[in-house]
């Protein structure tokens, strides 16, 4: 008795490739096209602390800008200040921040700023939101045409405190 390879009924399922690709392509495409690209976002010039705190340059006479951000318990805003002058605990408090930073740097794009230098100190537990939205307030903002208007690019951190 012989034994065919082929069961009656049974029959070998071949999977269509060329759909497949079709369907991969057109995913590309859409994709492509649907992709904005935002030319300001993760434009920061930051310096980050060293183990140990750089020299200090004492041939600039620089007005130090340093911007403290204070965090509750849960990690939320509690407070913002610039120079020791309190702003508020609230998304106006960056607003804030955004017009005294140019009330200090006098207008945008001047030479002097080049120079000029924002010292971030944050709360160890503050949610990097906060952060992002001090850097943000700092460095510039949007005109009315959407284009970026840069007040100060350098900015650093403070060393990180230890939680209490």
Same mark, same amino acid.
């Given at each position: 008795m012989r034994f065919s390879k082929q069961r009656s009924g049974y029959?070998? $399922?071949?999977?269509?490739?060329?759909?497949? $690709?079709?369907?991969?392509?057109?995913?590309? $495409?859409f994709f492509m096209l649907t992709l904005k690209v935002v030319s300001s976002e993760g434009d920061f010039s930051i310096n980050m602390p060293i183990g140990a705190p750089a020299p200090s340059n004492d041939d600039l006479p620089m007005l130090p800008i340093k911007v403290r951000l204070t965090a509750d318990e849960k990690g939320q805003l509690a407070g913002v200040?610039? &120079?020791?002058?309190?702003?508020? &605990?609230?998304d106006?408090?960056?607003e804030r921040l955004n017009t005294e $930073?140019?009330?200090?740097i006098g207008k945008p794009g001047n030479p002097l700023t080049k120079d000029m230098e924002v010292e971030i100190d944050a709360?160890?537990?503050?949610?990097?939101?906060?952060?992002?939205?001090a850097i943000s307030a700092c460095t510039g903002k949007m005109n009315s045409n959407g284009q970026p208007v840069k007040y100060i690019e350098k900015i650093k951190f403070s060393q990180p405190r230890k939680p209490e």
């Open positions: 029959r070998r $399922i071949e999977a269509q490739m060329a759909p497949m $690709i079709d369907v991969v392509f057109l995913l590309l $495409i200040s610039l &120079n020791n002058q309190q702003l508020g &605990n609230t106006v408090a960056f $930073i140019l009330r200090l709360d160890f537990g503050l949610h990097y939101r906060y952060t992002v939205q």
